[in-house]
């Protein structure tokens, strides 16, 4: 059964980081994609950064580059995304999702299995 956990969410000042862990198991393919996506109150779910089983690479939305780094443990089942400088806007649901596909993909609709979501607050 694929499983995707995501921990680390909570209360940032503006201006402060935060690092989310998307913990994944039971995967069909050892080729996959994990994505970062965030859907804030009122608006439809967005892609930020997406990283490759196979050879690591990384793919990040325009607007999210420079703010958002995502990296995979050694295992490649444990993806990080670290998030600094963050802003209001970023108040959000942030989910990490599996593609099983060779190629990093930001399209929410491409993506198979979902975590449950880690609430982000960027308030002071």
């Known amino acids: 059964q694929v499983r995707l956990v995501e921990s680390g969410g909570g209360l940032v000042q503006p201006g402060g980081s935060l690092r989310l862990s998307c913990q994944g198991s039971g995967f069909l393919s050892d080729t996959y994609g994990i994505g970062w996506f965030r859907q804030a109150p009122g608006k439809e779910r967005e892609g930020i950064a997406c990283i490759m089983s196979t050879d690591g690479e990384t793919r990040y939305a325009d607007d999210m580059k420079g703010r958002f780094f995502v990296s995979r443990d050694g295992d490649k089942l444990t993806v990080q995304l670290q998030m600094i400088s963050l802003i209001s806007e970023g108040t959000a649901v942030y989910y990490c999702?599996?593609?099983?596909?060779?190629?990093?993909?930001?399209?929410?609709?491409?993506?198979?299995?979902w975590g449950q979501g880690a609430q982000v607050t960027v308030s002071s």
């Open positions: 999702a599996v593609h099983f596909g060779s190629y990093c993909a930001l399209d929410s609709r491409l993506f198979d299995f």
